[in-house]
């Protein structure tokens, strides 16, 4: 599974859809996990990617219990279910091993499939301070036979009995208000500046021919980062 550091639901890397697309060194992996490791993780939802995730964001608790049961009857059980702002929830099943490509999307509705595009979040905090939590079972220590295999072809009839999909200026007003947040401390602050000196960074390894995956990239990064954890401060 892909994962990158998220800020909320955001991922901040610039060109963040590259690591879907690619292999990626494990040591770029735990260099950005060292260097964010107050942020969200973010799961890479692309078709490479052997899980799909049905995101219910049904408001009331009866109805959002009615469409995870309706997703359990067509699915069946998964151990797989990731709380975060209740009674919203996700649940994660396992694709068919060849035929990754063929799954499909559903966006802009109380109800929506992740399968071939964007992210979701695993493990941090919500937006409204709520932890995200996993009550039956987690990525990290879950087997892959125990999540359910379900066929495109289901997952296809299950997107036809899901809620419509709502106009765009109505998904916006009823889109979540920012978390009202008191202003930075300065450890904040430095974190943000440092931030700001990694961006600027990456794009002089870039006009220098360095591209941002590579070892020498990476090499070079965490000598800054070491650089700016001694040097560095407001």
Known sequence: LQTLPARGKVCFLRGWPRYGREVV???????????????????IMVPVNPLFAVDIDLEDPEESKEEYARA???????????YGREPRVM???????????????????????????????LYGRHPSGEVYRWPEGNPLDTAKDEIPEVTAEALAEYIEGAPERRPRALR????????????????????????????????????????PG???AVALLQIADEFLEKEVTL
């Open 25 to 43: 060194d494990r040591v770029e992996f735990e260099v950005l996990a060292a260097r964010y490791p107050k942020f969200n993780t973010a799961l």
């Open 72 to 82: 359990v009857d067509h699915f069946g059980e998964t151990p797989l279910v990731r």
């Open 91 to 121: 649940l994660f099943y396992r694709k068919v091993p060849g035929a990754v490509d063929d799954y499909p999307e559903y966006r802009g509705a109380p109800v929506e499939i992740y399968s071939n595009s964007g992210l979701v979040i």
């Open 172 to 211: 916006v007003a009823e889109a979540e208000p920012e978390p009202t947040v008191d202003p930075p401390e300065l450890p904040e602050l430095e974190e943000a500046a440092r931030f700001v000196f990694r961006e600027m960074f990456l794009r002089e390894l870039e006009k220098m021919g360095i591209e």
């Open 214 to 216: 590579s070892r020498a």
